[in-house]
Structure formats: C-alpha cells, structure tokens
C-alpha cells in the first residue's frame, strides 16, 4: 500500500529554535497533503492544507507565519515552525492524498513527528 | 465543524469479547465517514469507511454503523484481540475536509 514518511521522527529543541518536518510520499505523487497538530489524549486537529504549487490553505487560528508550509513537488511537503515555544510542543502528523483514487480512503497519514520544545 | 479537544474516554473490554465505539458527528452534510486506528506515538491507519448511502458496511472483523437521523457513527470489532488496544478516531468529511472527532481509547484485557 501507499506509504507516507516523515523526518524526524523526533525532535527536541531549545526555545526559539526553528525546526522543519519533511512529509513525503513514497510511492505515489501527491498533490494535496494535510499537516495535522495533536497534542496529548487529543484529537487530530487540521492545521493547514498544502497544494503543490501553490500557497497552503491554513485553518482558523493557526499562524501562517509561525508554521510555514512549502509543497514544492509532489512528493514532498515540509512544515516549518518558526522560533519555536514550549507551546508548540506536540505531535505533527500530516497526510497525503493520492489522486489516483477517489475520496478520502486514499488519504496515508504519516508515523507524525513529535517535538519538544524547551 | 472543528474537533474539540477532549480528554479521550476509555472503552475497557475482555479479550475475546465485542467493542462498539460510537461517535455522534456535527455536519449533517458530511457524506463519507471513516474510522481510523491509532496507536501510540503513530500516524492514524486507515480502519474503513462508509458513504452516507449506506447505514452498514462491515470489513473482516469490523462493522461500521451510519445512523444519519441523528448524525450518530459506530465501529464494531468483533471478538476484541490484545492488538486492537489504540485509540479510534472517526472522521466526517464535508467538501473537501476531514473532521476528527474526539477519540476513544480501547484497552484490551487479556
């Protein structure tokens, strides 16, 4: 089956630090991937929807330049998180639809990315 | 409509026995609904789906329920193993979006 990976899978850093997560889809090309935030005992919540080739579509509430999305090829989607706070700990999951099916049973998510800010 | 941010509840179950999850839905447009497994610290797995022109599919050991009358979803798995312990999210898509809702926790006991 399809198969989404993202680096790292982990990651910790010191306040104020920018850190990107790459979200790539392995075997299918990718036109709309999906960047997802969860934070603990929660539900994924839709962050941002990122088309390749264009400017991602950010949800309500969410900074599009705090968390800055580049989908520069099919298959490959990079969340960046700008000067990064505690706060901002969570985990990042993101999904990537595949075109080549019809509707959202084509929608692989990836394993996520946890980071720790401190 | 958004997902809110609950504290997950917890469906504790025999191994060998049943597990409904329910889940109740917001959008009364939403036309397809699927039901995702989670483990800890991985992405969501895909469990299965249903279209809102049924109100039954079932895959091997699972069995989704659409009651559309009062926006109400279940996931049935049938004779519950150790390895179905994760979370379930279901999701409702409306458009172009996928909704998660708040999640339950299945905890197995062997």
């Known amino acids: 089956g399809a198969v989404v990976s993202q680096h790292p899978s982990w990651v910790i850093c010191k306040s104020g630090t920018s850190v990107k997560i790459e979200c790539r889809s392995l075997?299918?090309?990718?036109?709309?991937m999906f960047w997802y935030r969860q934070f603990p005992k929660q539900s994924l919540m839709l962050m941002a929807t990122?088309?390749?080739?264009?400017?991602?579509?950010?949800e309500q509430g969410v900074e599009k330049d705090k968390f800055l999305i580049n989908h520069a090829s099919l298959t490959l989607s990079t969340l960046t998180v700008t000067s990064a706070h505690p706060e901002d700990s969570s985990f990042y999951i993101c999904s990537a639809d595949d075109p080549s099916g019809g509707g959202f049973e084509t929608q692989y998510f990836g394993p996520g990315t946890r980071l720790l800010v401190l | 409509g958004e997902s809110v941010g609950l504290h997950l509840p917890t469906l504790s179950v025999q191994e060998g026995d049943n597990s409904i999850i329910n889940c109740a839905y917001s959008?009364?447009?939403?036309?397809?609904f699927i039901w995702y497994k989670q483990e800890s610290g991985k992405g969501p797995q895909f469990i299965i789906d249903i279209r809102s022109n049924m109100d039954k599919r079932q895959g091997q050991r699972v069995t989704v329920l659409l009651n559309k009358t009062v926006k109400h979803l279940s996931l049935q798995i049938a004779a519950t193993q150790p390895g179905d312990s994760a979370v379930y999210f279901c999701?409702?898509?409306?458009?172009?979006?996928?909704?998660f809702g708040g999640g339950t926790r299945l905890m197995v006991k062997p």
């Open positions: 999701a409702e898509n409306a458009g172009n979006m996928l909704t």
């Open positions: 959008n009364s447009a939403s036309d397809y």
């Open positions: 990122s088309n390749e080739g264009s400017k991602a579509t950010y």
């Open positions: 075997d299918f090309q990718a036109t709309t």
